[in-house]
């Protein structure tokens, strides 16, 4: 099943787009074997996901952990941490 992929801030630049559809294989079980399977995509997919700790997620619309299970998402947002004041 498609499920739609949204990038924000430096990882959008680094993929190069800012979302995208993507049917992911069933061993993407989780966000951290998607974001596995995500980098085998491009240059730029690889070089947004090298270091996962610089990562944050939303499973449709709610934050999740990386090893959060993603089968059924709708929509999956990936991000830098949110910093400010």
Known sequence: MAVRLLYFAWVREAVGIGE????????AATLDALIDWLATLSAGH?????????????VDQHFVAMDAPVAGAREIAIFPPVTGG
């Open 20 to 27: 995208e559809m993507l049917d992911p294989p069933p061993e």
């Open 46 to 58: 690889a070089a947004a996901f090298a270091d996962r700790t610089r990562l944050r997620a939303a």
